[in-house]
């Protein structure tokens, strides 16, 4: 770092007030129309020559986008003018490593002030090792990209999976329909009550310490019902607070499904891979007879997500509850065999999905850690193993291909 120069942000780059065009105005192009939160449309002329970037004025304060390409920043936004020369990869990195999402001013209308950011103070360097810490930031961001496109690719061959093994099964049988829609012939449906008990949760009061300081139990909440093996626990709570209210000890293997939520949460499935307590909005699920495989189980309602959710109902807070989960018709093959090997195949679909998750996880932590540590001169770019992180690149792509 010791040739990085002092300075600060305002003497690097301006920020010019993008210009308004309204939707009505716009004539769909090539040329991308940007707001403060992004893309919002295209036109057929630019404004401003690409590569750029943008900078939200208002609304979205200080987010950061870059276009490749010529562009039109509408008046909610500042696009940057480059005094320098200076690599734009290296500008739009560096922008977000500022995190200028923090200035907003203090008027009726929050706004980012200029002003605030070109005194921001920096420390640059030249414009060689601009284009190395770019190009190093760019190769391990396509990486996350492509991770991301990897575990897209992987959701959607579930979901293609799910569809066919649950209408199709995989003895190649004729069909038959049912409310459902059709299922293989020899399959059976049936009410989840048929063979499975269904009981709710509850909430120790949070008034009483007691039920909660100290506790040792895991206490699921609904958010933490997330198509996952739960195997532990926001928070916890005492014997006490267990044997005085309504929550009852669910033993590993129980699947619970949320009832409460008006995101996405009402509908998801989890099941319980430790002993565990859970809320009033859960319906835990336990088998009352061995029919039904509780993985076979699990992934059939994780395929009727959406189905399950319009089964809500109520005022302006709609939810589910445990009559209409008990009522829940189950489709599924007499031959347990049969649900093992659909299960089997879901599962290895399940390991790709989360494989890619960690992955990009993995992928995304390093990113934040080198951002950091280059944009602050902390670590120079020919101390880097680029070997090993084009490598890792490349691994990326090909699996994605």
């Known amino acids: 770092m010791s040739n990085w120069r002092g300075t600060t942000l305002g003497d690097e780059i301006d920020l010019a007030y993008g210009r308004a065009l309204p939707a009505h105005s ?104 601009q284009d190395d810490i770019a190009r190093v930031l760019d190769s391990l961001e396509n990486g996350v990209r492509l991770e991301t496109e990897a575990l897209a690719h992987a959701q959607d061959l579930k ?50 310490p007691a039920y909660w300081v100290g506790g040792k139990i895991p206490w699921v909440k609904t958010a933490e019902v997330d198509y996952c093996v739960i195997e532990k626990t926001e928070e916890h709570i005492t014997p006490a607070g267990l044997a005085e209210s309504a929550a009852k000890l669910l033993p590993a293997g129980t699947l619970l499904l949320a009832m409460y939520g008006q995101g996405v949460t009402r509908g998801r499935v989890a099941i319980l891979g430790i002993d565990a307590a859970c809320n009033q ?67 290895a679909i399940d390991r790709k999905i989360d494989l890619h998750q960690q992955k990009r996880a993995v992928q995304e932590a390093l990113f934040k850690a080198l951002l950091h540590k280059l944009m602050t001169g902390e670590i120079a770019v020919d101390e880097l193993d680029l070997s090993a992180l084009y490598r890792a690149a490349v691994i990326s792509e090909e699996a994605t291909a």
Request: charged share 20%.
């Open 26 to 129: 716009r004539h769909p192009g090539v040329y991308g129309v940007f707001g403060s939160n992004g893309l919002v449309g295209t036109h057929a002329e630019a404004c401003v020559d690409g590569p750029g970037i943008v900078v939200g004025r208002k609304g979205s304060v200080g987010e950061i986008v870059y276009s490749s390409d010529a562009f039109w920043p509408i008046d909610t936004t500042y696009y940057v003018v480059n005094k320098g020369d200076h690599n734009w990869r290296f500008l739009f990195h560096l922008l977000r490593h500022i995190d200028l999402t923090g200035l907003n001013s203090h008027s009726a209308v929050p706004g980012l002030n200029r002003e605030d950011a070109y005194s921001i103070s920096v420390s640059w360097p030249s414009r060689d090792e």
């Open 159 to 208: 979901q293609a999976a799910m569809r066919e093994l649950f209408m199709r099964g995989l003895r190649a049988e004729p069909q038959k329909e049912t409310d459902l829609g059709p299922i293989p012939e020899s399959w059976v449906v049936e009410p989840l009550r048929a063979h499975h008990s269904v009981a709710s949760g509850g909430t120790p009061s949070r008034s009483n």
């Open 281 to 347: 909005a859960c319906a835990a699920i336990r088998a009352s007879d061995d029919r039904i495989e509780g993985k076979y189980l699990y992934h059939y309602l994780v395929s009727r997500y959406s189905a399950i959710r319009q089964l809500a109902h109520g005022g302006q807070q709609q939810n589910l509850n445990l009559d209409i989960v008990r009522d829940l018709p189950v489709a599924f093959p007499a031959d347990k065999t049969e649900q093992n090997e659909i299960v089997a195949i879901l599962n």
